[in-house]
């Protein structure tokens, strides 16, 4: 029970921290919706935790590469523990001192998460005098609340170099994209910089049309998606790199869509409903197309074979009759 209200303080004081910046940042607005996600996926998983905290299962002899892992893994772990609270002290009192600023969230954020993520792999109970078997014990339940915990990394802000910088190169991708499609197909226009210069006025590719909105939210709901529809890790990683593969590709086709509308219409027609909607239409496309490919990344059950169970074959059954 301690442990629990342990994870639900840092959690509760995530929350208060990344509120301020899904209030005043619209690129992050979806962080609202975390805190609910995380809920739901413990309650979802919540007899599995207990499970994993009373019953530990024993796993199978492991690998000689886990061998050697299981042999340096509580060292590994006591050091991400302590730079997580390192960072996750340093974070509060720059946050306390100075107000809300990137840096005191990220740091924030990155400690308070490996401090959760070590202290649980550390407190994980175990029934095996292994120490690699007790390694990969111990990450059963880890991985338990790897979503409910890394999932605050995405609905935190990024640093402000790093998102300048990612959103120039998205600006750029996108501008080359569509200038690349439309002078293919024989259109006249021109490519400035991150503006295209058409017959009826001129497209800039702004920041906030580069991407970073429908990146990160496309990357929550494709965490989301893997953490509550999908068992194996393979297919969860899948999955989330599909929807960030999503992500771009959507907006490359609103990018598209809305200088075909400038083209058609002039350069005041794409202000407003037309740029908004389509904007919030990039997630609606990746979500389907998200729930479109999980079914190839769900293992088929294994059809047994009918002599292994014991139930007669089909050319019995002839004789038979």
């Given at each position: 029970m301690v442990g629990l209200l342990t994870v639900i303080g840092f959690l509760a004081y995530l929350t208060w921290d990344q509120s301020y910046w899904w209030l005043v940042k619209q690129d992050y607005s979806f962080g609202w919706l975390v805190p609910i996600a995380v809920a739901y996926v413990i309650f979802e998983r919540w007899s599995t935790i207990k499970s994993a905290l009373h019953f530990p299962q024993k796993v199978e002899t492991p690998s000689s590469l886990n061998q050697l892992l299981g042999l340096f893994a509580v060292p590994a772990v006591l050091v991400v523990f302590l730079c997580g609270a390192a960072l996750f002290l340093l974070g509060s009192i720059f946050r306390s001192a100075a107000g809300p600023?990137?840096?005191?969230?990220?740091?924030?954020?990155?400690?308070?998460?490996?401090?959760?993520?070590?202290?649980?792999?550390?407190?994980?109970?175990?029934?095996?005098?292994?120490?690699?078997?007790?390694?990969?014990?111990?990450?059963?339940?880890?991985?338990?609340?790897?979503?409910?915990?890394?999932?605050?990394l995405i609905s935190a802000p990024m640093l402000a170099v790093v998102e300048s910088r990612l959103s120039l190169f998205l600006m750029h991708q996108i501008t080359s994209g569509v200038f690349f499609v439309f002078d293919a197909l024989g259109f006249s226009l021109e490519q400035r910089g991150n503006v295209l210069v058409l017959p009826n006025g001129n497209v800039g590719v702004e920041e906030a049309c580069s991407g970073i909105r429908s990146l990160t939210g496309c990357l929550f709901a494709g965490s989301f998606m893997a953490a509550v529809y999908l068992k194996h890790f393979w297919g969860k990683v899948a999955l989330v790199t599909a929807s960030l593969a999503f992500a771009i590709g959507s907006n490359l086709l609103r990018s598209l869509f809305l200088t075909g509308w400038c083209y058609r219409f002039g350069a005041h027609a794409i202000e407003g409903t037309v740029h908004d909607v389509t904007g919030y239409a990039v997630l609606g496309v990746t979500i389907i197309a998200l729930m479109c490919v999980m079914p190839w990344l769900t293992p088929r059950p294994k059809i047994q074979n009918s002599a292994a169970d014991g139930s007669p074959s089909n050319s019995n059954l002839t004789k038979e009759v």
């Open positions: 600023s990137f840096q005191a969230t990220q740091a924030v954020t990155l400690g308070a998460s490996s401090l959760l993520l070590s202290t649980i792999y550390l407190i994980a109970p175990t029934q095996s005098l292994s120490p690699t078997t007790r390694a990969l014990e111990r990450w059963r339940l880890a991985s338990l609340f790897l979503f409910p915990i890394l999932v605050w």
